[in-house]
């Protein structure tokens, strides 16, 4: 059976030249970066080129590039490291009701050591307004934290906008730049963010490998505590070989990004478009424009999104509910709350999400199978309900 991979916002298969360019740091490349032996100056030699290839993607300084283990950890280190910077000044921050679980955890859990929260809504679009931002904002603020894209939806917010907000009035802003990174281009100076974040496993390099883009000057205490790597904002021996292939990943990334932009938009395009002719009763989620290229979120009404996933799954098509960390705990989706869908709308949504492996087959495939197999869903559940 043919397999289709279409959950790319959940993560990405590791590219070929990425597992190439990591597999001698296993090897013979094995020393470690802070000993001053030959072992020790040749990894470290290779973490800095990663470091200046990372940069290079989006447009920032290769020292203000801190290696981390991921999105979560650059996401925590951020929010709660800006947090307790800047404690002494105000204790209000501003936030949205669709962050992914590891900005919107990393508040809520502030909540618990005395700060206030603001999370803000979005419009039916799945979008934020700059303006409800300013107005948000109180003597105290010292925090705003909003995502670039959000991962269900794949919605792109203003963050230029609310960058220029932020600096005028000396608050810190951190985005949640995961979803965004290798998917469209990202430019650190421009967007005005203190810090921004990057995840290794959405952009074809490993899982446990991240960065977190710190503008030089913000004061961002370690979240973990140890040795001076890093220099001194996240100790730990460094996972050279993640950071090789995540250097390897955000050059391959921008050697091409406006070629797969385009293609991978008329890939998903395509498969918006053929899945609106053919079968009636679906409601795409997300403003048409700003939106990541790859992503759709689509809700089919009387549909239960279970038995469509698992029909899916067994011809070979991996989707996901809503994201990939809600899968399990059968919530409704808050994203999908947030922007005003009732809660049977959002229990029938499916997100695809396309990736650099998808070819116009593929979604041929798609549309050969989803129509009968929505009618069929229907039918069985109407026959059931009648
Ligand atoms: C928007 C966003 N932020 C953060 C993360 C967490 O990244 P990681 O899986 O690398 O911890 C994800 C992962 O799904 C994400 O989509």
Known sequence: MRKIYLDNNATTPVHAEVLDAMLPFFREDFGN???????????????????????????????????????????????????????????????????????????????????????????????????????????????????????????????????????????????????????????????????????????????????LIIRSGTRIPPLIHGGPQEKNRRAGTENVPGIVGLGKACELAQNDLDKEVARIRSLRDSLENGIREAIPDVKVNGHSEKRLPNTLNISFKGVYVEPLLAELDRNGIAVSAGSACSAESREVSRVLTAMGLDSATARSTIRFSLGRENTQEDIGCVLALLPPLIERLRNERSARTA
């Open 33 to 211: 970066p802070s000993s001053t032996h030959w072992a020790g100056s040749k990894v470290r030699k290779a973490v800095n080129i990663a470091r200046e290839q990372v940069a290079s993607l989006v447009n920032c300084s290769p020292s203000e590039v801190v290696f981390t283990s991921g999105g979560s950890e650059s996401v925590n280190t951020a929010i709660k490291g800006i947090a307790a910077a800047r404690r002494k000044e105000g204790n209000h921050i501003v936030s949205t009701m669709v962050e992914h679980p590891a900005a919107f955890n990393s508040a809520r859990h502030l909540e618990k050591e005395g700060f206030r929260t603001t999370f803000l809504g979005v419009d039916g679009d799945g979008m934020l307004h700059a303006g409800e931002v300013e107005s948000s904002v109180r003597d105290t603020t010292i925090l705003i934290s909003a995502m670039y894209a959000n991962n269900e939806t794949g919605v792109i917010f203003p963050i230029r906008e609310i960058g220029g907000i932020a600096a005028a009035k000396g608050i810190s802003f951190v985005c949640d730049t995961v979803q965004a990174v290798g998917k469209v281009p990202i430019n650190f100076r421009d967007l005005q963010v203190d810090a921004m974040t990057v995840s290794g496993h959405k952009l074809h390099a490993p899982k446990g490998i991240g960065a």
